[in-house]
């Protein structure tokens, strides 16, 4: 089955402790996407990559990082700069042709 | 004010009945307009795809694109409870490169039997 695929599901962060999370797509699509939902809020954009080695700062990157070494994978690192990060987050890919993109179940991260 | 602006609800209807959402944008440069549907703790969900102005019918949805007026709205025929969700307008053009895409905040259905 293609799709997009994250993991883990619910992740707990302790204070001072960097997470990653992981982002995987067999879809094949060049472009890939991290957001943070927050309610009421709606999607916000952290961080894209419209290829293989090179990714952009989306609207609210500051704590967090990303890596884009391969094309199937994209993981988000929420780094302890990032004050304020229990969020929903989730991870898209798209063709890159300015049409659709495809998200992923998402991953809740909890702080203790 | 947001570029894309959408009444977040709850709304709540009837079984059977016909439902209306809708989102108003800004930009004029936005030329793609799709809406996806979010079930609660899952990723959105693609629902409809349309590009500049006109109407796109799939089963019981209807998208609509008003250019003109910068208004875009789904219709869902028949509603059923199972399309309780939030709602989500999303948009993109030539406003920024990388194929970003511009949502609404999502509007929250809910259709009780």
């Known amino acids: 089955d293609g799709g997009i695929t994250q993991s883990p599901k619910y992740l707990f962060r302790k204070e001072g402790q960097n997470v990653t999370l992981s982002c995987e797509q067999n879809?094949?699509?060049?472009?890939m996407y991290w957001y943070r939902q927050d309610p009421g809020q709606g999607l916000r954009l952290i961080y894209y990559?419209?290829?293989?080695?090179?990714?952009q700062k989306g609207d609210i990157a500051e704590g967090y990082s990303v890596s884009r070494e391969k094309k199937e994978s994209f993981p988000l690192t929420v780094t302890s700069a990032q004050k304020n990060p229990t969020a929903f987050y989730l991870c898209?890919?798209?063709?890159?042709?300015?049409?659709?993109?495809?998200f992923g179940p998402g991953t809740r991260l909890l702080v203790l | 004010q947001k570029e894309v602006e959408q009444d977040p609800g709850p709304l709540s209807v009837p079984e059977g009945a016909i439902v209306s959402l809708n989102c108003t944008y800004s930009n004029s440069a936005f030329q793609y307009f799709m809406w996806y549907r979010q079930y609660s703790r899952k990723g959105p969900e693609l629902l409809m795809y349309t590009y500049s102005s006109g109407n796109k019918e799939d089963g019981r949805f209807t998208a609509q694109v008003d250019k003109s007026s910068k208004y875009i709205s789904l219709f869902i025929r028949d509603s059923q409870p199972s399309d309780s969700a939030t709602y989500l307008c999303?948009?993109?053009?030539?406003?920024?490169?990388?194929?970003?895409?511009?949502f609404g905040t999502g509007t929250q259905l809910k259709v009780e039997l």
């Open positions: 999303a948009m993109s053009g030539l406003t920024g490169g990388g194929n970003k895409l511009t």
């Open positions: 879809l094949n699509h060049d472009a």
């Open positions: 990559s419209q290829i293989v080695n090179d990714f």
């Open positions: 898209a890919s798209s063709t890159g042709d300015r049409g659709t993109q495809y």
